[in-house]
């Protein structure tokens, strides 16, 4: 239809959401029924995905939104969430400010570590069942391998931390993704392929790379059926809680304009010495 054709109500038109006058419905669930019925993950998943989950699928999804809710002032989105804090803005201004600086560096690997499962998983011949076939898996992680070897990838996302030998946070996720195989809820084929890349990984570097958080959010995400770019939005939900909290904190410290560094510090400069300006001759 022509938008000149197309009436007021017409304009908009979403599945997620009915709306009147003294009546709320999200995908079709009366928001009175909702409350107090389903938790927050439940939410998200109802309002992405179009259905309630099961709860197992449920209480996985929450996991991983917990596990990256922070990772202290040291991450650029938290940083820059108590920055921006720090220069009179509102607190939504500065959770704004965080999310904005979640890209492909820092806040994308989840939706890159998906992707790369996935392409691991279209390689796998054998329909996915509960008896994974390893060697068919461990076949089809070498082959994507090689191809971001093609394309020049150092870092496979989802394995390896600059801070955490052992991310602590990837063995609790990990053990919540088998108690979620052995009921039944999901099949478990993005965790052997998780734990396949790492095994290969450290035969490649001739040392243990193990999965860190974003490995594990993944194997969530994908064993759950989130598409990647939807796993960074979750990802960024997740983080906004810290920047949230952060810029809170920081909101009572009383500080003003407060910068990367101490004040009594200065960057290093690399530009050229000290020198005199020429006089201009006028035309």
């Known amino acids: 239809m022509a938008d000149k054709k197309k009436t007021p109500e017409q304009w908009w038109s979403t599945s997620i959401i009915e709306m009147q006058p003294g009546m709320i419905r999200y995908r079709g669930y009366a928001v009175e029924e909702l409350i107090g019925r389903i938790g927050f ?6 309002l992405t995905r179009g259905e309630l989950p099961e709860p197992q699928a449920a209480k996985l999804l929450e ?4 596990a990256a809710v922070d990772h202290g002032p040291q991450a650029p989105s938290i940083a820059v969430a108590r ?23 820092h806040g994308g690997a989840v939706e890159q570590c998906v992707a790369f499962y996935n392409a691991i998983a279209r390689r796998i011949d054998s329909k996915p069942t509960k008896a994974h076939d390893l060697s068919l898996i ?39 993704v088998d108690e979620a195989v052995a009921a039944g809820a ?24 193990p999965m860190n958080v974003d490995g594990a959010t993944g194997v969530i995400f994908a064993e759950l059926g989130f598409a990647p770019p939807l796993c ?15 810029a809170w904190e920081e ?9 990367p560094i101490p004040r009594h510090l200065l960057w290093q400069y690399k530009g050229p010495a000290a020198r005199p300006m020429k006089k201009k001759r006028r035309s």
């Open 41 to 46: 993950a439940e939410m998200v998943w109802l």
């Open 63 to 66: 996991a991983a939104l917990v």
């Open 83 to 105: 920055m921006a804090m720090t220069c009179g803005v509102q607190i939504n201004n500065a959770m704004a400010s965080a999310i904005n600086v979640l890209g492909d560096v």
């Open 138 to 176: 461990r076949s089809a992680v070498e082959v994507e391998m090689r191809v971001l070897d093609d394309n020049s990838v150092r870092h496979i996302p989802g394995f390896g931390h600059r801070f955490h030998p052992i991310d602590p946070r990837a063995p609790r996720l990990l053990e919540l």
């Open 186 to 209: 999901i099949l478990g084929l993005f965790a052997a392929i998780g734990r396949t890349v790492e095994a290969v990984l450290a035969e490649r570097k001739r040392q243990s790379i």
């Open 232 to 246: 960074r939005g979750l990802f960024v939900l997740s983080r906004s809680v810290g920047g949230l909290a952060h």
């Open 251 to 259: 909101s009572q410290s009383g500080e003003r304009n407060k910068g």
